[in-house]
């Protein structure tokens, strides 16, 4: 291993201990939240999309000629964008919205990073015991991919307006009141036509 590689290694571990540090100073207010995120995610309509999603993301390296993607980059990283990307990206808005203090722009971009990239890298290092090669492109792809669901999972059915992005509403992330997924199909048709090029459109397949 590089010095450069180890002191990256070193920069986003303590970056995420960062993170895991203001989740802890704040836990009194954010584990009420964090109930009302869990009904959030569980709209009928985010689940039947999410698990036939984890499971081919889960399973399809297997068939393409990525040897970094298998059952446990696939499965973790999906589970953690599902997790925590539309709470990091509603995050995201909020602060900038000035709605949340500045530090859990931390927390966001902890959350984003490591699901969508130091997770993967972490593991691989493990498995190989190298530093994946694939890093960088994997972190510009997932990340993409990340951003993209984390708005999916944010869309929610507006009487009047068809669609409007839940972390705008005043009380979110609790779930909303309208549960409805029909109106929200054309808008989600680009979210998902971007999440299928990068799992699909960027990888050689192969069929044996």
């Known amino acids: 291993m590089t010095g450069i590689c180890a002191a990256y290694i070193l920069g986003w571990v303590a970056f995420c201990l960062v993170a895991g540090a203001i989740l802890l ?4 207010v954010l584990l009420p939240e964090f109930g009302d995120y869990f ?16 499971l081919f993301v889960s399973f399809a390296g297997r068939f393409t000629d990525d040897e970094t993607w298998d059952v446990v980059t696939g499965s973790g990283m999906s589970i953690l964008t599902f997790l925590t990307a539309p709470w990091s990206i509603g995050l995201f808005y909020q602060v900038f919205t000035r ?34 090669q694939r ?7 997932s990340s993409t991919l990340y951003v993209a669901a984390g708005l999916f999972w944010n869309l929610e059915a507006w009487p009047g307006a068809g669609y409007r992005l839940s972390f705008g509403r005043p009380n979110w992330p609790k779930p909303p009141a309208d549960t409805r997924f029909r109106p929200l199909i054309l808008i989600a048709i ?9 799992l699909v459109g960027l990888v050689g397949w192969k069929f044996k």
């Open 190 to 198: 680009p979210l998902v036509l971007i999440a299928a090029f990068l």
């Open 25 to 28: 100073r704040d836990r009194k």
């Open 39 to 54: 009904h959030f995610l569980s709209v009928p309509w985010k689940l039947g999309v999410f698990v036939p999603a984890a």
């Open 135 to 141: 890093w960088f492109g994997n972190l510009i792809a």
């Open 99 to 132: 709605q949340r203090p500045r530090r859990y722009l931390i927390v966001a971009s902890a959350l984003l990073l490591f699901s969508s990239s130091w997770f993967y890298d972490g593991y691989l290092l493990w498995r190989d015991g190298s530093y994946t």
